[in-house]
């Protein structure tokens, strides 16, 4: 059976961060976050890693990872580009934001052709994370459902002192499965606890701090590239009308939509590492603080490549 393969979303410009977050080194050895999750990948049996990026940043994805990495993992690069649409669709006049995690997901669909994992960038999950999803990759398969699983974090662990954040709000059976999973797009703390919005901050509705969400860390048949198809599909004929310049085609979504029709079961898996990320600019030094005291505690060497 074919290893793995590690697939990681890059193509969004970091607008709440003020710049191309996922290459901004994270330490004094011009490491970026990105690295950290590779070489975890690595570590695990990962064969291979697929960036999903825009076709302009493919020159300083190379320079600043791709070519490091790819001396001890295979790389392959795929392009998340507005273009990339159904036939006979028309692009919205004053479109800039990219189509949404599942599109992306989509457009490796002529080189991802084995069971793989997904993630963010930007975001540092830790080292048994990758060491539980190569666990599930490689050992479950797909019989009359979908065999799917997440890594589950607690969302008070994902929270940012510097303005809000988007999650999978997670709901979970006795077994561990994932029953639900809700797209939050807009979480702040709040009143020593957490709460999200949906109506632009007219309202707030409170949430636990060890509610589980989903950080963007999957693991996947190849099954799913089918059915992202059929929801992209029907995402450009019945929801960008709606919302031309904004609306997105969430991954998370799409998966309950798998698990609400019986076709998929997800495993939420749980990882022991805490994670942190840089939404903003202002999480950077708690995240350099972070890597350092890992290095500290020999979890990873000082140079990673």
Known sequence: MDKPTLVILAAGMGSRYGGLKQIDPVDDKGHKIIDFSIYDAVRAGFGKVVFIIKKEH????????GNAVSKHIAVDYVFQELDRVP??????EGRVKPWGTAHAILCCKDVVKEPFAVINADDYYGRS??????RFLTTQHDDEKYRYAMVGYQLGNTLTDNGSVARGVCVTDADGYLVQIAERTRIIKKDGAAAYTEDDGATWIPLALDTPVSMNMWAFSPSIIGELQTAVDRFFMEEVEKNPLKSECYLPIEVDKLLKAGKATVKVLH??????????????????????RLKSAGVYPDVLW
Not at 58 to 65: A, G, L, N, V, Y
Not at 87 to 92: A, K
Not at 129 to 134: D, I, K, Q, S, T
């Open 129 to 134: 994370a990758f060491e539980e999803l190569y």
């Open 271 to 292: 990882s022991a590492d805490r994670w942190f990320g840089v939404t903003y600019k202002e999480d950077k030094p708690f995240v350099t603080e972070s890597i350092r």
């Open 87 to 92: 036939e006979g669709f028309r692009i919205p």
């Open 58 to 65: 493919e020159k300083d994805f190379r320079e600043c990872i």
